[in-house]
């Protein structure tokens, strides 16, 4: 199993689509959009690495668009592609059914429902990483550690608050005895994990995430479980988008037995006002040339017929569901309206 997960990361670099070896079904039109802008995440992660293999497909799909890739991360690629600043984007469906409800990144007097789901593309999950060998061995074990879960405002810092909170805890009982909850970004809360600075980091995150894996070049890692009764005490207080998921042995190298967290599914995106060609073009194209995309990164292997068109919580585009209908795969249904 172990093995299995580190050949399909070995995978996961960027990788060039090869034009001449792309199948694509459907011809160029001269309605085809003028700019087609993608919006993924930051460099080096995992959105961006996804966005850029996306945008040299779609520069195949759609030759007479001028197609680019913008950095972004779940909530900024909502606020753009709402507001028309971008054609498509990645997200998460807990980041997805916050701003349909007017909260992070949107606000009361201005919630985004104008998004369409086009394709899912892999799993994340709440992780709280350790060194395996650490005495660190549930949430209430923080206390008086060193921890990072982002920063203020961002999914994941708001993800371990909520955490916190059904554990009847705060960032204050955290920092007691000597403890810090320190704002760091990605990489910094990976550099201090990596050289033994922090105890414990916490983020949402995919998994098994590639530069996790590098961290463990140092140190083998294990994830923290969360409590079955905590699990749904999240999920029933804070679930919009999460569902309860299993972590497997072998995820990481200290991981020697499967845990209980929450997670949420990561899709591609467009406005309503994307035209239903336009949409089923993109969701074709992929569809149509999903070995190649997939060598785009190992965490894309996740698509198929039972999960492209699933775990979305927003409407799907009638462009691409247009597509579904014509191959035969099952959609769920919009749990936003």
Same mark, same amino acid.
């Given at each position: ?7 399909? &990361? ?5 990788? &060039? ?7 694509? +079904? ?13 919006? !993924? ?9 996804? +966005? ?19 950095? !972004?991360?779940?909530?900024?690629? =909502? ?22 409800? !007017? ?13 369409? !789901? ?6 994340? +999950?709440?992780? *709280?990483?350790?060194?395996? %060998?650490?005495? &660190?061995?549930?949430?209430?074990? =923080?206390?008086? %550690? ?16 909520? =955490? ?15 403890? %810090? ?7 910094? /809360? ?8 922090? $105890? ?9 995430? /590639? ?6 070049? +140092? ?8 409590? $079955? ?55 074709? /194209? *992929? ?7 997939? %060598? ?32 035969? &795969? ?8």
């Amino acid at each position: 199993m172990t093995h299995t997960l580190r050949h399909r &990361i070995a995978m996961a670099a960027t990788g &060039i689509l090869a034009a001449a070896s792309i199948t694509f +079904a459907t011809a160029s039109y001269a309605d085809d959009p003028d700019f087609l802008n993608i919006g !993924g995440g930051p460099s080096g992660g995992t959105f961006n690495v996804v +966005a850029t293999g996306l945008g040299d497909l779609m520069r195949q799909t759609f030759p007479d668009s001028i197609i680019g890739v913008q950095p !972004g991360g779940s909530g900024p690629n =909502l606020l753009r592609v709402s507001a028309g600043d971008a054609d498509l984007g990645i997200t998460s469906a807990s980041n997805a059914a916050d701003a349909w409800a !007017g909260l992070d990144p949107a606000t009361p007097d201005n919630p985004i429902q104008n998004v369409r !789901g086009l394709m899912t593309f892999f799993p994340s +999950a709440i992780q *709280i990483w350790v060194d395996a %060998k650490s005495d &660190i061995q549930s949430i209430e074990d =923080l206390v008086g %550690k060193q921890i990072s879960a982002g920063q203020p405002g961002q999914t994941s810092w708001n993800a371990f608050n909520n =955490l916190l909170t059904v554990h009847g805890m705060t960032i204050d009982d955290l920092e007691a005895d000597g403890g %810090k909850v320190h704002h760091l970004s990605w990489k910094e /809360s990976q550099n201090g994990l990596r050289n033994g600075q922090l $105890d414990a980091v916490m983020w949402v995150a995919l998994y098994p995430h /590639s530069t996790v894996l590098a961290t463990e070049a +140092a140190r083998e890692l294990r994830v923290l479980e969360i409590a $079955d009764d905590k699990a749904d005490a999240y999920l029933a207080e804070y679930g919009g988008g999460f569902e309860k998921v299993t972590l497997p042995v072998g995820l990481y190298k200290g991981q020697s037995k499967p845990v209980t967290s929450v997670g949420t599914k990561t899709f591609l995106f467009a406005s309503d006002a994307m035209s239903d060609d336009t949409a089923y073009k993109v969701t074709s /194209s *992929i569809w149509n040339n999903l070995d190649k995309f997939q %060598k785009t990164h190992a965490l894309l292997q996740y698509i198929d017929a039972d999960t492209a068109g699933r775990g979305m919580l927003v409407p799907i585009h009638p462009g691409a569901a247009r597509f579904y209908e014509e191959q035969g &795969i099952e959609m769920d249904s919009a749990a936003l309206k």
